[in-house]
């Protein structure tokens, strides 16, 4: 991303990082900052802001192009993401997600673990998921939720009244009346 800028905004780039050691310390805020997306909405977000600016980006430019880059392919930005995933009712595979994406990686989060505990532990989990996803999507893959499984339907047939009556008694028997 710092490459894109500096070939980018040349003369803008140089202005705002004059020296290494200041440069090192804002890649680290901007790569904290920047923590919940992926390599390649980094990118797309960087050259979204090429494309759309004339200026060097800041930091909160930067967080508004790599969710513009998300919106563009209709993904949402992680953190609302992981709030659909974890409000959804069951069944799951049945709700009407925002993108598959989101419902992919509930799953492979576990949909348990995310209802049992705290965000603090969950949301890293579902965004490392969601982040594979998101990459996946960027490179032009289609994602699909499985079709809900449906159980067999058959119309009950009732057992015949002796078999009803055996089936009462070893009940009562395994019950121990």
Request: net charge negative; proline share 6%; glycine share 4%.
């Amino acid at each position: 991303m710092f490459a894109l800028f500096r070939l980018n905004y040349h003369n803008q780039y140089y202005a705002a990082f004059p020296d290494a050691e200041q440069l090192k310390q804002i890649k680290k805020l901007w790569l904290e900052s920047l923590a919940d997306y992926s390599v390649e909405q980094i990118l797309k977000g960087a050259r979204h802001a090429i494309e759309h600016s004339e200026y060097l980006p800041t930091l909160n430019r930067m967080h508004e192009c790599c969710q513009q880059g998300l919106a563009d392919i209709g993904l949402r930005h992680p953190h609302e993401a992981y709030l659909e995933a974890c409000q959804a009712p069951s069944p799951k595979s049945a709700q009407a997600w925002s993108h598959p994406a989101v419902y992919l990686a509930g799953r492979d989060s576990d949909w348990f673990f995310l209802a049992n505990n705290s965000e603090r532990v969950t949301w890293p989990v579902f965004r490392d998921h969601y982040q594979r996803y998101c990459a996946r999507v960027l490179r032009g893959e289609s994602l699909e939720i499985p079709e809900p499984e449906v159980l067999e339907h058959h119309a009950a047939e009732p057992l015949p009244k002796a078999e009803q009556l055996e089936a009462l008694k070893k009940l009562k028997e395994e019950a121990g009346f």
